[in-house]
């Protein structure tokens, strides 16, 4: 399900037009973009965690050549379902 | 850092205020949102949102474990896992106040000995080829010695009994064979010292005669040439007569070697005569001494015709050994000229490397004038000047410039006040650079002056 087709099913569900249906979600993601960038962690309920975690500088050995590099440190979005979501999850092993 | 946990209602009133919708609306939106992601996922979907990241499901295995109090082992079943893949753009963001770092290489000195190595095995065969130059050099230095060596007593010695041989000679024979010689003689001149030696020897010898023939009568002289019986004294002796009597006739043999004896007569002025008979004994004794060393290479042998190819190759073979001293000296000086060479190179090559340093140089010396702006950039959190230069420029080391066109607005580079809007400078292209190490030095330079 790309982009185009959640806004359409969502639209659908909302009986709203597309174009705000887009715009909101556009609004929406800014706005978690820049709570993410003021690294802020983002708790949607039933979902799931937005956090930024940071990988600390580290030393990596490049296997074949021996070349020990040294990568810098990173933030990076993580997100964390919560157990709700787990849940329901669980139940759909069966399809598996 | 405590991290800030903002709830779904605080994300709610966020989006309906910058959306400039009801919060209801908003919350509405929220859940749908949510709701719909879910449902793709448990349809096994993947699902993707523009600009912001993509959530697809990871099946996680079931596994063994242990429980650590009671050391039971527990099967934990295998689950899905929501994972969520940030977008680039995301990434990026989220990311800036990390993004002007770059992985390192650490071993780069290990590398770089690596490297070290690698050009001494290279350079191996190169030092060979030295040494076995210099070994050869050696072995021809030592061959000449030699050569020398040897060919200084067998020349002393025989000059001896040469001398008695040719004193039987004729000296007419004497003069014909002193002009090609004096020809020789001016190749070798100045090359071979012992040549001079010889002659200088002789010179003496004959001034010394030269002395004893003045306080004698012409007469007595003849008498005793007729003789012709001992020694190098008495050569001179008949070489003397002879030319005082045929000094017209001599003197055009000896055209090649003493001109100016044409315009002397016979005229009884003793001075004259003197110095005639000095010249004369020069050549004459010159060409003596020449011929001796050029002759013991070859066994004694009396007849003109004989001494003449002996002549020839002895000449040949001193040219040849003259030669072969040259050869040395030519190498020595092609050597020397071939390390002058990479020295011309270096200056040349540091001349070039001047010319554009000088049209940097005027360029890095005036002072920067920012007129024209690319953009304006509002400084965020985690905004830094390097990043914005790296953005604009490629490379984070521009960052001075930028900094030179705001410094009213910038108190300190390093804590620049969230908000503040920054203007991007157009730059002279030669100044930005990127692939001209020049130009990173000189941002380099600034950015230690700044930086303090």
Redesign the interface.
């Known amino acids: ?3 185009k087709e ?1 806004i359409a ?2 639209a659908a ?2 009986n709203a037009p597309k174009s705000i ?1 887009a ?11 820049e ?18 975690r940071k990988k600390e500088e580290r ?2 050995v490049h296997p074949s050549t ?14 964390k ?1 919560s157990n709700i ?2 849940d ?3 139940d ?2 069966q ?2 | ?1 405590i ?6 209602q605080e ?1 709610i009133d ?2 309906a205020s ?2 400039s ?1 009801s919060k209801r609306a ?1 919350e ?3 859940k ?11 349809a ?10 993509t ?1 697809k ?1 990871q ?1 996680n295995e079931p596994r063994k474990s242990v429980n650590i109090q009671t050391k039971e082992e527990i099967l934990i ?8 893949i ?1 977008d680039t ?3 990026e ?6 993004a002007h ?7 780069v000195e290990a ?1 770089k000995n690596e490297l070290i190595d690698e050009n001494e095995v290279v350079s191996d065969p190169l030092r060979i080829f030295t040494e076995q130059a210099s070994e050869i050099k050696n072995l021809i230095s030592e061959i000449q010695a030699l050569s020398k060596k040897s060919s200084k007593p067998i020349s002393e010695e025989e000059l001896i009994q040469e001398i008695k041989l040719y004193d039987q000679e004729n000296d007419q024979e004497n003069e014909e064979v002193n002009v090609p010689e004096k020809v020789h003689e001016n190749i070798i001149e100045g090359i071979n010292t012992e040549i001079i030696n010889q002659n200088n020897q002789v010179v003496k010898d004959s001034i010394k005669v030269e002395e004893s023939i003045l306080i004698e009568e012409t007469p007595q002289v003849q008498d005793n040439s007729k003789e012709s019986s001992d020694e190098i004294a008495e050569n001179y002796t008949e070489v003397i007569p002879i030319n005082s009597e045929n000094i017209k006739t001599e003197s055009v043999s000896d055209l090649q070697s003493t001109p100016y004896l044409e315009n002397i007569k016979p005229t009884n002025k003793s001075k004259i005569r003197i110095l005639i008979l000095l010249i004369l004994v020069l050549v004459i004794g010159s060409g003596i001494g020449l011929y001796f060393y050029y002759k013991p290479t070859k066994e004694l042998s009396i007849e003109y015709s004989i001494d003449k190819i002996s002549q020839k190759i002895s000449i040949s073979e001193i040219i040849n050994s003259v030669s072969k001293w040259f050869t040395p000296e030519a190498k020595s000086s092609l050597k020397a000229i071939t390390i002058v060479v990479p020295k011309d190179t270096n200056d040349y090559d540091s001349i070039n490397e001047n010319k554009p340093i000088d049209s940097l140089q005027i360029l890095f010396e005036n002072p920067r004038v920012y007129n024209n702006y690319i953009a304006s950039e509002r400084i ?3 905004s830094r000047l390097t990043i914005l230069s790296k953005r604009y420029y490629g490379i984070k080391d521009f960052w001075v410039y930028i900094y030179e066109a705001n410094k009213e607005i910038i108190s300190n580079p390093d804590n620049i006040a969230i908000g503040t809007i920054i203007r991007i400078p157009k730059l002279d292209p030669r100044l930005i650079d990127t692939t001209n190490p020049r130009c990173i030095e000189k941002a380099k330079e600034l950015h230690d002056i700044y930086i303090r």
């Open positions: 399900m790309n982009n959640l099913s969502m569900k909302m249906v715009m909101l979600l556009e609004t929406t993601v800014a706005t978690c973009t709570l993410l960038v003021e690294e802020k962690t983002i708790g949607f309920q039933s979902f799931g965690n937005f956090e930024v030393l990596s021996q070349i020990r590099t040294l990568i810098p440190p990173k933030l990076v979005v993580n997100f379902q979501l787990k329901k999850l669980k759909m092993q399809h598996d | 850092m991290k800030e946990k903002i709830s779904s994300i966020l989006v910058k959306a919708v908003a509405e939106f929220l749908i949102m949510i709701s719909t992601i879910e449902e793709g996922l448990l096994g979907e993947v699902v993707k949102i523009k600009n912001f990241g959530f499901l099946w079943n295998g689950y899905f896992k929501v994972v969520f940030p753009e995301l990434k963001q989220v990311n800036e106040p990390f770092l770059e992985p390192v290489e650490l071993d590398k965020n959190v985690g």
